[in-house]
């Protein structure tokens, strides 16, 4: 089997949340994507309950792209502690900090989830506004740092 990056990690010495640069890729044509690890709770001890990371998505997908027009993708980690973030270019750290700050902020002020339908979205009741005001707040509470190991 492949290696794969986020795998090499050692998830009990990580200090969430923070955002990590996994890497830039170059692909055929020349062009580059940066992924990042947008990690906000604790490997092993935490994790975000499912309609809170759904919502969580459903708004991190319009809001970083307010602040970061070169997002390709935002999706939930299968571990449910966080993001990977998939950008065109080669993206800064302090970029995706601020445009992830920018957004958790947003989610606060949030009324209402964009794309709840049983047409737009192929899991529509399972989602939580509540929840992921709650867990925005606690990641910005906590603060977000570029070291993975600690601020």
Request: hydrophobic share 40%; proline share 4%; charged share 25%.
């Given at each position: 089997m492949v290696?794969v ?5 050692d ?7 923070f955002?990590?640069k996994c890497?830039v890729?170059?692909?055929p044509?020349?062009d580059?994507v ?6 906000f709770?604790q490997?092993?001890?935490e994790e975000?309950?499912?309609a809170a990371?759904?919502t969580l998505?459903?708004?991190l997908?319009?809001?970083m792209?307010?602040?970061?027009d070169?997002?390709?993708d935002?999706?939930p ?5 966080g993001f990977?973030l ?8 302090d ?5 992830l700050n920018y ?5 606060i002020?949030?009324?209402?989830v964009?794309?709840t ?8 009741r ?14 910005l509470?906590k ?5 993975i190991y600690g601020k």
């Amino acid at each position: 089997m492949v290696k794969v990056e986020s795998f090499l990690l050692d998830h009990t010495k990580l200090k969430a949340p923070f955002v990590r640069k996994c890497g830039v890729l170059q692909g055929p044509k020349g062009d580059y994507v940066s992924k990042f690890d947008l990690r906000f709770m604790q490997p092993n001890l935490e994790e975000l309950p499912t309609a809170a990371i759904h919502t969580l998505e459903h708004l991190l997908a319009g809001y970083m792209r307010e602040k970061l027009d070169s997002i390709i993708d935002i999706s939930p980690m299968g571990c449910r502690t966080g993001f990977y973030l998939v950008a065109w270019g080669d993206v800064e750290v302090d970029a995706v900090i601020e445009a992830l700050n920018y957004s958790l902020k947003k989610v606060i002020e949030t009324e209402a989830v964009p794309a709840t339908t049983a047409v737009e979205c192929g899991n529509y009741r399972d989602h939580s506004l509540f929840a992921a005001k709650e867990y925005a707040k606690y990641v910005l509470h906590k603060g977000i740092s570029s070291n993975i190991y600690g601020k």
